[in-house]
């Protein structure tokens, strides 16, 4: 416990260190683009901050590799060698979102290069090997190479693509991405308790690596947020999320029989449980955007973050809320593997759930006295307003409401003996 401790430590201290000399080397370069229509920020915020995260990761990643309990599951392993894994593939990844970040990309190119850092995954060793599925579908079942090199960059590029849709608020991405860390990295430490394997561990550090770098991140990140993971930092955090899912997955099910009632489909649980929120909004804004005719990469203003702040809630309010859901979802299914609960508590455990979510999106009644019905300014630690800039006018115009220079309030300045400061300078 003290050395996935230590490397979580290890990790956000780097991260919290670096993200400074990274802001200022993001001004240098102008990675602050101009504000976009569906961006709910108002001033130019640097981008990049990717590259501190990425930093934080190799650290706790060298330094968890060195640990005496968890170097043995990293760099002992023959048939994987996840830290040399995440690091190429990280670096291959982080270096795909500072050019998008930077220049702009295609979506394609882009794609491509999560594939390819899927791949440099599979390459070391990280991969599905097999599937836990019920007695029903076939029991587990194992997948030759072809196959489990197509599943792994697959969930892999799904899983990158849906933290990256959900970046759209201050802190927001790497908070649900820490919490999902966290329900991961609980889960594997409850089944070490009957599991002795390489693949636990192996899961557990690279989960307790992750939520230190987020958790480093996010002092900078929370709103108003002083700088951006950008997909530099989205892209990299969804792939170490990704390889927890593939090394946490295939675990032998008749191990953990006597955990709980569903031991056979809690492994495919567990990952879709942490995710449900951004394959919630990736699948929603694929839909919606196909629907429209437009490309599934084609930005818009309809994520879930969007729709809370439209309804009425703040920036911050609606990232809490977005907590809470991830929060609710993962840990409810870990807390249920703990204990045992048949199989159609389940359903009815998720209907409540989404029965409180829906409630917490709800805007709150005005009449009600609510923080909505108070003047806003008063009480509110909301952070700078966000929304839409104010429209900037032509010059004609400015020029045609400017005052006359020698008006009635220039004579009676000059009269004083005092010097005249025009409230609208000249233009050179």
Same mark, same amino acid.
């Given at each position: 416990m003290r050395e996935y401790l230590f490397m979580a430590l290890i990790s956000a201290a780097v991260? *919290?260190?670096? =993200?400074p000399l990274v802001r200022r080397f993001a001004i240098r370069i102008g990675a602050m683009p101009e504000i976009r229509d569906r961006d709910v920020h108002t001033t130019p915020t640097p981008r990049l901050g990717g590259l501190a995260m990425y930093g934080g990761l190799v650290a706790g990643l060298v330094l /968890?590799?060195?640990?005496?309990? +968890? !170097? +043995?599951?990293?760099?002992? %392993?023959?048939?994987?060698? $996840?830290?040399?894994?995440?690091?190429?593939?990280g670096g291959l990844i982080t270096l795909t979102g500072f050019l998008d970040d930077w220049?702009?990309?295609?979506?394609?190119?882009?794609? /491509?290069?999560?594939? /390819?850092?899927?791949? =440099?995954?599979?390459? &070391? !060793?990280?991969?599905?090997?097999?599937? @836990?599925? $019920?007695?029903?579908?076939?029991?587990?079942?194992?997948?030759? *190479?072809?196959? +489990?090199?197509?599943?792994?960059?697959?969930?892999?590029?799904?899983?990158?693509?849906?933290?990256? &849709?959900?970046?759209?608020?201050?802190?927001?991405?790497? !908070?649900?991405?820490?919490?999902?860390g966290l329900a991961t990295w609980? *889960?594997?430490?409850?089944? +070490?308790?009957?599991? %002795? !394997?390489?693949?636990?561990?192996?899961?557990?550090?690279?989960?307790? =690596?992750?939520?230190g770098t987020c958790l480093g991140f996010l002092p900078h990140n929370f709103h108003p947020a002083k700088i951006f993971m950008g997909d530099t930092g989205a892209m990299l955090i969804g792939l170490v999320l990704a390889s927890s899912i593939i090394t946490v997955t295939p675990v032998d099910t008749w191990a953990i029989v006597e955990m709980n009632k569903f031991p056979v489909v809690l492994p495919?649980?567990? @990952?879709?449980?942490?995710?449900?929120?951004?394959?919630?909004?990736?699948?929603?804004?694929?839909?919606?955007?196909?629907s429209y005719g437009l490309s599934p990469f084609s930005p818009d203003r309809g994520h879930l973050h969007h729709r809370l702040m439209d309804i009425g809630h703040s920036h911050r309010r609606s990232v809490l809320i977005m907590y809470a859901w991830t929060f609710l979802f993962s840990f409810g299914i870990v807390g249920m593997s703990t204990v045992g609960v048949p199989v159609l508590l389940f359903p009815v455990v998720i209907v409540l759930a989404v029965a409180v979510l829906v409630l917490m999106a709800l805007p709150r009644w005005r009449s009600k006295g609510g923080a909505h019905s108070a003047p806003r300014g008063k009480g509110d630690d909301d952070g700078p307003p966000t929304g839409p800039m104010p429209p900037i006018l032509p010059d004609t115009e400015v020029r045609r409401q400017e005052p006359p220079a020698d008006g009635p309030s220039a004579e009676r300045a000059s009269a004083e003996g005092k010097p005249v400061i025009p409230a609208f300078p000249s233009r050179s």
């Open positions: 991260t *919290y260190l670096l =993200v /968890a590799g060195q640990l005496t309990h +968890s !170097g +043995s599951a990293l760099t002992g %392993n023959t048939d994987a060698q $996840p830290v040399l894994a995440l690091i190429v593939a220049w702009g990309m295609d979506p394609f190119i882009k794609l /491509a290069g999560q594939v /390819a850092a899927a791949g =440099v995954l599979v390459f &070391f !060793g990280m991969r599905l090997t097999s599937l @836990p599925l $019920p007695e029903a579908w076939g029991g587990p079942t194992s997948l030759d *190479y072809t196959l +489990s090199t197509v599943i792994t960059i697959l969930v892999v590029v799904v899983t990158i693509n849906a933290v990256n &849709f959900v970046d759209g608020l201050d802190g927001l991405a790497a !908070g649900i991405v820490c919490i999902a609980a *889960y594997s430490i409850i089944i +070490s308790q009957d599991i %002795n !394997g390489s693949n636990i561990t192996a899961t557990a550090a690279i989960a307790a =690596v992750l939520i495919l649980l567990i @990952p879709a449980a942490v995710l449900v929120l951004p394959l919630i909004d990736l699948i929603t804004a694929v839909v919606r955007r196909t």
